[in-house]
């Protein structure tokens, strides 16, 4: 069936480090987000990126949806930074602008 | 700029209570507009859809139902709650296949 999984589903992280999450996607996409779920719940949209690469900061995003996968990179981490990652994509005939979820990277970053 | 209210931020509820979660939409016009569920652990699931007064779409069989009497407001509700109904619930609008952005959540308990 049509998917979209995430890796790693868990990272610890020394404060200063980088990382890079990834998510696979189970076939052609027409919108791809990347969130981070704060400790309030709140989801914070960090890439509107169905391809291309973008940057914001200390964050940056690559979709390639020829091969179906996006990576979001966090450089220099911060405590800030911990929370749960969502990648979401709105599948090509699916349900219009229906969003589907993966089941998340769990981010913990330690001073 | 646009902004996503939700309220009550929580709830707590008897089963067999009735639901009523309100969702409105500042800053845009003719948005389309969804609730999303997201249960224990990580996993966010799309309940509704709406892309105008009046139309709704439902993703999933449930006890909830949805309506949106203006074009800026999305209601989710219940006749009779359900323990299963707990979750965490997120109403977001967008526009076609494009970026979503989310509300701060209803944190929902059913006892």
């Known amino acids: 069936g049509i998917q979209v999984e995430q890796s790693p589903p868990d990272l610890i992280l020394q404060e200063g480090a980088n990382s890079t999450l990834r998510c696979n996607f189970s076939d052609s996409v027409n919108n791809l987000q990347w969130f981070h779920q704060n400790p309030w719940g709140q989801l914070i949209n960090l890439f509107y990126?169905?391809?291309g690469t973008k940057q914001n900061g200390r964050l940056s995003a690559t979709t390639v949806a020829t091969e179906r996968y996006s990576l979001l990179y966090i450089s220099s981490s911060q405590t800030t930074d911990s929370g749960v990652y969502f990648c979401?994509?709105?599948?090509?005939?699916?349900?219009?602008?229906?969003?589907?979820f993966g089941a998340g990277t769990q981010v913990v970053v330690t001073p | 700029s646009q902004t996503i209210h939700q309220w009550p931020a929580t709830l707590v509820q008897p089963v067999g209570s009735p639901l009523s979660l309100e969702c409105t939409v500042e800053?845009?016009?003719?948005?389309?507009l969804y609730w999303y569920r997201q249960a224990a652990g990580r996993g966010l699931q799309l309940l509704f859809y709406s892309v105008g007064i009046g139309q709704i779409s439902s993703e999933v069989p449930q006890n909830l139902s949805a309506s949106r009497p203006q074009d800026r407001q999305f209601i989710l509700s219940s006749k009779k709650l359900l323990l299963s109904d707990s979750g965490f619930y997120l109403c977001a609008w967008g526009r076609g296949p494009n970026e979503q952005f989310f509300g701060p959540g209803t944190r929902l308990t059913v006892l």
């Open positions: 800053g845009t016009s003719n948005p389309n």
């Open positions: 979401a994509v709105v599948f090509r005939g699916g349900s219009w602008g229906k969003l589907q």
């Open positions: 990126i169905p391809s």
